[in-house]
């Protein structure tokens, strides 16, 4: 029996949570992680852990000086990053213009 549009899914239809990730694949994300970490990279693949594959990384480490008592950025570059789900506190999609 053929497929007919009604019976079709929606790509674009956002019906549980990682529906909004699995529209955000290929595009660049923003991810903030446990620790003080943010990273933002273009991301390839995720799973219901929210384990996630970026590449084109930049990742900002919030470091405190004792001695200063001053909040340090630490910026890194990665070609490729895998994220263990346990570490992710929240995935923002790309925002739309």
Request: glycine content about 4%; aromatic content about 4%.
């Amino acid at each position: 029996m053929a497929d007919t549009g009604a019976d079709q899914l929606d790509d674009t239809i956002v019906s549980e949570p990682l529906d909004l990730v699995r529209l955000s694949l290929n595009e660049r994300v923003f991810v903030k992680l446990k620790g003080d970490r943010e990273i933002r990279g273009r991301l390839h693949a995720y799973d219901s852990h929210c384990n996630l594959v970026l590449s084109d990384v930049e990742e900002t480490v919030y470091v405190m000086d004792d001695e200063e008592a001053d909040l340090k950025t630490i910026k890194k570059q990665s070609e490729m990053l895998f994220v263990r789900g346990d570490a992710v506190v929240l995935i923002s999609p790309p925002t739309q213009s």
